[in-house]
């Protein structure tokens, strides 16, 4: 009968069963988990692999980086494009003085410290200027014999009287330990040509120690913006005294 059923059929094994509607908590969670967008899931993923403790940050990567193509001003002139990033770069280097004045600090190149890279033993930068490679540790940076850069300092703490861009000639070019004679040619060739160097160092400031240069690269004018800190062959303490002569001897 329609509607009945006997206790006989529903003992029977053979008989299909109708299946109760229950549904999947699984699936219901999985259709109402709402997609993030690919920036949040990008930002999620990175979370996990930053740490509380403080780290010198190389590089900053933004959450929109937005560059032009390469070929942007691929119709400009070669003097107009050069006008253009010295006039960008002078711009950037002003801004920077402000700023600098402001705070009462000297200029610090964030994306190239010499002086943190070396005193925390990392040679992201020292490694990166040429062919040859140095190891940093503690051993290395205390021996005498090992051609290792033993500390950074500023141009006004090596020199008691620095000038830059004053009667300059090809002779007073000094090639250092890197090996890098290729732009050391190239700043003898601009210095032995009237304003020559001040034509690729667009604005400096020597109290602040920020340079500005603009280069020739991938067909196209780019500015690059510097501090003074430089590389020295001798330890902060190296100067004459009994201080030192006992170090000697004790080594």
Not at 93 to 104: G, T
């Amino acid at each position: 009968m329609h509607g009945y059923s006997s206790s006989e059929e529903s003992d029977d094994p053979r008989r299909p069963r109708a299946q109760p509607a229950t549904t999947n908590n699984n699936d219901q969670k999985k259709k109402k988990k709402k997609k993030l967008p690919p920036q949040k899931s990008i930002n999620r993923i990175w979370k996990k692999f930053s740490k509380r403790k403080f780290h010198k940050a190389l590089a900053v990567l933004p959450f929109d980086p937005v560059q032009p193509p390469a070929t942007y001003h691929s119709n400009e002139l070669l003097s107009a494009g050069y006008e253009r990033a010295a006039e960008e770069c002078r711009r950037k280097v002003e801004k920077i003085i402000k700023e600098c004045k402001r705070v009462n600090m000297r200029y610090r190149d964030p994306g190239w410290d010499l002086d943190w890279d070396l005193k925390y033993e990392k040679g992201h930068c020292l490694n990166h200027l040429g062919s040859q490679k140095f190891e940093l540790n503690r051993t290395t940076l205390l021996s005498s014999q090992v051609a290792v850069p033993k500390a950074v300092k500023r141009v006004h703490e090596i020199f008691e009287n620095p000038t830059f861009m004053k009667e300059v000639s090809g002779g007073d070019v000094k090639q250092g330990s890197l090996g890098d004679c290729w732009i050391m040619a190239g700043l003898t060739a601009l210095a032995n040509v009237p304003g020559g160097l001040q034509r690729i160092c667009v604005a400096h400031n020597t109290k602040i120690g920020i340079y500005g240069f603009v280069f020739y690269r991938d067909g196209e004018w780019i500015y690059s913006i510097i501090d003074d800190k430089l590389y020295l062959k001798s330890p902060l303490w190296d100067s004459p005294s009994m201080q030192r002569d006992l170090l000697q001897q004790i080594d």
